[in-house]
């Protein structure tokens, strides 16, 4: 029998971010990627930081990237099922 997953407070699954973005921002390669393809640039980062979906933006990103999402699980020493209930936290389908 499975057992339901559970949910992350929104302060919890925005810890969980705030590790992803440490993580992606921590790696030259990493970074330059995220920055190609969020279209974002490194002088206006600090000001996307501060815009209510930018926690969720990260962790879109990485639920798109399998790689990533194992490297980080192992990076924050949790499992790929933690960071994706942070996800769907922050971003909720909309058949929740």
């Known amino acids: 029998m499975n057992t ?3 949910r ?4 919890e ?3 969980v971010a705030l590790g992803a973005f ?3 921002t921590s790696d030259e ?3 330059g990627r995220f920055l190609a393809i969020s279209g974002l640039q490194a002088d206006n980062i600090r000001s996307a930081a501060a815009q209510p979906g930018f926690f969720a933006a ?3 990103y990485v639920a798109a990237d399998e790689p990533l999402l194992i490297a980080l699980a ?3 020493d949790t499992k790929p099922e933690h960071i994706m209930l ?3 936290t922050l971003s909720p389908s909309e058949f929740d």
């Open 4 to 6: 339901p997953l559970k």
């Open 29 to 31: 390669e990493r970074m």
């Open 74 to 76: 192992k990076e924050l």
């Open 8 to 11: 992350l407070t929104r302060d």
């Open 86 to 88: 942070a996800h769907w």
């Open 58 to 60: 990260i962790l879109d």
């Open 13 to 15: 699954a925005e810890n």
């Open 22 to 24: 440490a993580f992606i």
